[in-house]
């Protein structure tokens, strides 16, 4: 099994929090990614039945661990989000979409967080039936390993109608109390 294989097969969980539950937003629990430069993994994803609300943007959270031989940046982990054809972050050129640490910004180790309207990403909103799996992938090819820890996808849906009038009322409440 190869050293990819290896970290995925003990630290991948795809799994959504009860926080996005109530949100209607699904966080989707990656875990750990290993892999020497131009490795890549495909990990399926199974769609939640009760949840079939389009997705109108995500967000990626990672924890970049660097590599061997620090040459790797956060940013050159590519996400393609499989189904939709559609690909974040990396190094190729590929991109439909850079993270907003896209870059040298991005060499220390750290933890690095990225939200995206998918009106940047697609014309109209995503059915959630399109997306069969994500491909994460060590897009700067000439490396060698690089590790990516606590990587979450969070799908972020159109809100309900009943939590939209909340939050309008909240925000009426708010005006009210100022003046």
Known sequence: MSKIGIALAAGTVLSVSAAAMASGDEVINIGTFIAP??????????????N???VIGFKVEMD????ADGFTWA????????????????????????YSFQGSGSNPPGHYVDTANLGAFAAAPLS???LTGFTLKNDFSINAL????????????VPTPGATALLGLAGLATLRRRR
């Open 146 to 157: 690089s590790t990516w820890n606590n990587i979450t996808i969070t799908l972020i849906k």
């Open 52 to 54: 079939t609300k389009p």
């Open 128 to 130: 959630k039936g399109q």
């Open 75 to 98: 940013s050159d982990l590519e996400i393609s989000f499989n189904g939709w054809g559609r690909y974040v972050g990396g190094f190729d050129g590929n991109e439909d979409l850079l």
């Open 37 to 50: 430069g131009g490795g890549s993994v495909t990990i399926p994803y199974i769609p939640d039945p009760s």
């Open 64 to 67: 970049f661990a660097g590599s």
